[in-house]
């Protein structure tokens, strides 16, 4: 449907006023008024672009989950590259997307145990983005195992442990930062660091056990 530049500005600027909003308060804490004021519309006008609080949300959770396909998805999925640095791309991208929008994941886990009856649209959400992941991943993963070039892996649990290790550090970072020493004034620095490292963790934990 087309819509006229000034209406989809209007609409852009009430969902990056919302995203803000629902990062940082939680859906239960936000306000459409607050939404409205930050976004510079009248609350009537966010209620006509957008009923109701929850399809706002829903809107920007399905805009987060399409981003999330499309980074992670590109580079497991690009044709010709061995499947080693396809898994460096897809690891690279997912920690880059967290890194972009990251109050998500605390968001995430907050709204699935403060509202459990949402957990089911984002499961499904992002099952929509993990099946035909997991199916094309594991082909290629037992195909390198069949020509010897690593043990054999289960690709669900090579995913969790990519996404364990680069949520992490967003999720936990209040905690981390006691810890860091001279990184805690350096936190670009310290985000890079854990980039290349837990590239650097799969890639060992691909390789292939030595016989003895």
Same mark, same amino acid.
């Given at each position: ?27 239960? $804490? ?62 690279? %991208?997912? *920690?880059?997307?967290?890194?972009? %929008? ?7 886990? %907050?709204?699935? *145990? ?23 991943? #594991? ?30 550090? *967003? ?9 860091? $020493? ?24 691909? #390789? ?5």
């Amino acid at each position: 449907m087309f819509m006229p530049e000034h209406a989809h500005n209007k609409e852009h600027a009430i969902l990056d006023a919302a995203e803000h909003e629902f990062l940082t308060k939680g859906f239960d $804490g936000a306000r459409t008024t607050s939404i409205a004021r930050a976004a510079g519309v009248t609350h009537a006008m966010l209620h006509y672009y957008f009923r109701t609080k929850e399809k706002i949300f829903e809107r920007i959770l399905d805009e987060k989950m399409r981003l999330m396909g499309e980074s992670v998805l590109t580079a497991f999925g690009t044709p010709g590259l061995p499947l080693s640095e396809r898994l460096r791309q897809g690891i690279e %991208n997912h *920690f880059d997307l967290i890194a972009a %929008n990251a109050d998500l994941p605390r968001f995430v886990v %907050n709204e699935v *145990f403060s509202r459990p009856e949402r957990y089911e649209a984002m499961r499904q959400r992002i099952r929509r983005i993990m099946e035909p992941l997991l199916a094309g991943l #594991q082909h290629d993963l037992d195909e390198a195992a069949a020509r010897g070039e690593m043990d054999s892996v289960d690709a669900l649990m090579l995913l969790l442990d990519i996404i364990s290790l680069n949520v992490f550090p *967003f999720l936990a970072y209040p905690v981390l930062e006691p810890l860091l $020493g001279d990184l805690a004034g350096d936190k670009a620095r310290f985000l890079a660091l854990r980039r290349a490292e837990n590239v650097e963790i799969i890639r060992k934990r691909l #390789q292939k056990t030595p016989q003895r």
